[in-house]
């Protein structure tokens, strides 16, 4: 039996990288999956994937950032199903600089998607939530949550808030019967680490570093997420669980 069927998930960032594995996951899986994401044709990219295998999903062009756009994609889940059961907070962005030279500029940014467009989604959403009786929010942050890497000072500390988030939200909606999660991954090629990874000595160094001996795929975190989502994990919540080839427990 489809592990989410009939389930109403929502998913930001989902045109691309992780959010578009989870999708296509969520809809093999039997959800309904709302594909949110700033860059129109990437959504629709990611719904006609999952149309193509014969699954369910509406692309919603929002920018997480922005409070109408947040509004009107709650809007539009409320006019369609009355309800949301999966909520996953995905949509991330990072830059690399030394934290003696964060602008304020890029500090806010970052800030603003990462982490505080999380808590006005997860928030906002909570009406849509309650009326399931059994949903969840999964929050994705990273290793670097627990370990920092040089040059993502900024990065580091809003995936770390969202843990801390994610705790503090499990505590408080479980009294919705809301569970409240986040992932940990560590490296996979997607769109945003194609830069750095496209230099085979820090592709060699990081890989060497793994103790399985691989980056993450897309895949790896769209099942543990799905896990998160599904009611296997029931009792679970305010737990974080890394995806990482044991990369951060290895000296
Ligand atoms: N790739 C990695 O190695 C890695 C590791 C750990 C955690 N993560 C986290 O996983 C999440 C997904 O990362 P990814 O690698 O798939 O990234 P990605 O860049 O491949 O995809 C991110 C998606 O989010 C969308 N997006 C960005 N800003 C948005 C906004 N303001 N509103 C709506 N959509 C927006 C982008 O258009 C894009 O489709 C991020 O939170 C990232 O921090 C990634």
């Given at each position: 039996?489809?592990?989410?069927?009939?389930k109403i998930a929502?998913?930001?960032?989902?045109?691309?990288?992780?959010?578009r594995a989870m999708?296509?996951?969520?809809?093999?899986?039997?959800?309904?999956?709302?594909?949110?994401?700033?860059?129109?044709?990437?959504?629709?990219?990611?719904?006609?994937?999952?149309?193509?295998?014969?699954?369910?999903?509406?692309?919603?062009?929002?920018?997480?950032?922005?409070?109408?756009?947040?509004?009107?994609?709650?809007?539009?889940?409320?006019?369609?199903?009355?309800?949301?059961?999966?909520?996953?907070?995905?949509?991330?962005?990072?830059?690399?600089?030394?934290?003696?030279?964060?602008?304020?500029?890029?500090?806010?940014?970052?800030?603003?998607?990462?982490?505080?467009?999380?808590?006005?989604?997860?928030?906002?959403?909570?009406?849509?939530?309650?009326?399931?009786?059994?949903?969840?929010?999964?929050?994705?942050?990273?290793i670097m949550a627990?370990?920092?890497?040089?040059?993502?000072?900024?990065?580091?500390?809003?995936?770390?808030?969202?843990?801390?988030?994610?705790?503090?939200?499990?505590?408080?909606?479980?009294?919705?019967?809301?569970?409240?999660?986040?992932?940990?991954?560590?490296?996979?090629?997607?769109?945003?680490?194609?830069?750095?990874?496209?230099?085979?000595?820090?592709?060699?160094?990081?890989?060497?570093?793994?103790?399985?001996?691989?980056?993450?795929?897309?895949?790896?975190?769209?099942?543990?997420?799905?896990?998160?989502?599904?009611?296997?994990?029931?009792?679970?919540?305010?737990?974080?669980?890394?995806?990482?080839?044991?990369?951060?427990?290895?000296?």
């Amino acid at each position: 039996m489809p592990r989410l069927e009939n389930k109403i998930a929502l998913i930001t960032g989902a045109g691309g990288g992780f959010g578009r594995a989870m999708a296509e996951e969520f809809a093999r899986q039997g959800a309904h999956v709302f594909i949110c994401d700033r860059d129109e044709a990437s959504a629709d990219e990611t719904a006609q994937a999952i149309a193509n295998e014969g699954g369910a999903a509406a692309p919603v062009r929002a920018d997480v950032r922005d409070k109408g756009d947040v509004a009107s994609l709650l809007s539009r889940v409320e006019k369609d199903f009355g309800r949301l059961d999966v909520l996953v907070n995905n949509a991330g962005i990072t830059q690399r600089e030394d934290f003696r030279h964060i602008s304020d500029e890029h500090w806010q940014e970052i800030l603003d998607v990462n982490l505080t467009a999380a808590m006005r989604l997860s928030r906002d959403a909570l009406g849509l939530l309650r009326v399931s009786g059994r949903s969840s929010i999964t929050n994705i942050s990273s290793i670097m949550a627990r370990v920092h890497v040089r040059q993502l000072s900024a990065y580091s500390t809003t995936k770390a808030a969202l843990a801390g988030m994610s705790r503090a939200m499990a505590v408080e909606y479980a009294a919705f019967n809301v569970r409240v999660n986040y992932l940990c991954p560590g490296y996979a090629e997607t769109a945003m680490t194609d830069r750095i990874l496209r230099n085979e000595a820090v592709r060699k160094g990081l890989i060497d570093r793994t103790p399985l001996g691989r980056f993450a795929s897309p895949g790896d975190i769209a099942k543990a997420a799905l896990f998160l989502a599904s009611d296997e994990a029931a009792f679970i919540t305010g737990e974080g669980l890394t995806i990482d080839g044991g990369m951060s427990v290895s000296l």
